[in-house]
């Protein structure tokens, strides 16, 4: 069982303090645990990975439209503030993962970073557990790719570069939104976009695989930004770029309302309009293969203005897969819509 913390570490005490923001009001509750296990297992088929390495449970990001918010109900929490402010650490996480690939049928298949909750959130910058997971990557020579918010990212890009000389590895920063102000409203505790396209401008000169997520894409809010976000990724160098609708199953969509009400009064019922009119008149849609997608002319008007965007820069818009996970098939794959998945699949 998860043990508390006494005294949470202070990330924003921490010698990587440039990497994050100023620190938020709102009080932190660290519980440190001995787990059982850092590597999920995903079937899920509009997912694109199926391994994923999660060293923290829960996330101070504290985004309102996080799809992993029920995750923390099986710990007897709440999808709320709990989920936002009593985070999990595994401290034995780069001891368990070297378990794990030492396993002897384990084929180094690609290992998506944060495929729940981000591992490079300000915890991070304390335990570096996510640093420790990455080095016994490079000791096993196993792909990784990462997607994140957290700028904290740039602070690995030397073993971030070794990695992509021993196996690949490819690094994906989340950006839905290309205003500062906007994006600390609906997503308070993280680095503001201007940071997180540093951090991508860091990675792409060192030669590291980087791309851009517009995810989530919040009809009636973001969606007219897409244009922005390709172009100032583009400019920091990514190569890649994909979005994904945003979803509201039932315990996010609650969190989601409220902050788009506080952050947003004058567009609130604009904003619920617009997602009711790509999900057929329902605000979310949990059928695989269609949970990220939305249906109807705005939606078809969101893709097509992401794809000519995306075309005109010279992004790679081709299969919704890791970038990394091209290296590991010698079969061309099929053609893909435009609207490719996030790592996480649900953002």
Known sequence: MPRPVDNPPNPWLSTHVEYLDEPPDAGLEVFEEEARSVVATNDSPDIPFRYSVNPYRGCYHGCAYCYARPTHQYLG???????????????????????????????????????????????????????????????FANPVGIITKGPLVARDVDLLVALSRRASASVTLSVPFVDDAMARRIEPSVARPSKRLQALATLSAAGIRTGVAVAPVIPGLNDSQIPQILARAREAGAQNAFLTLLRLPAEVLPVFDARLQEAEPLRHAHVLSAIRDVRRGALNNSQFGQRMDGQGPRWQAIEQLFEVHARRLGFNTDPPRLPAQATMHAEPAPKARPQQRSLFGDD
């Open 77 to 139: 929490w709440g999808a709320g503030t709990d989920f936002e402010r009593k985070i999990v650490v595994k401290r034995n996480a780069p001891a368990l993962l070297r378990q794990f690939l030492a396993r002897p049928k384990w084929t180094r298949e690609l290992l998506a970073f944060s495929g729940v909750t981000d591992c490079y959130q300000p915890l991070e910058a304390h335990y570096a557990l996510t640093r420790g997971c990455l080095e016994a990557c490079i000791d």
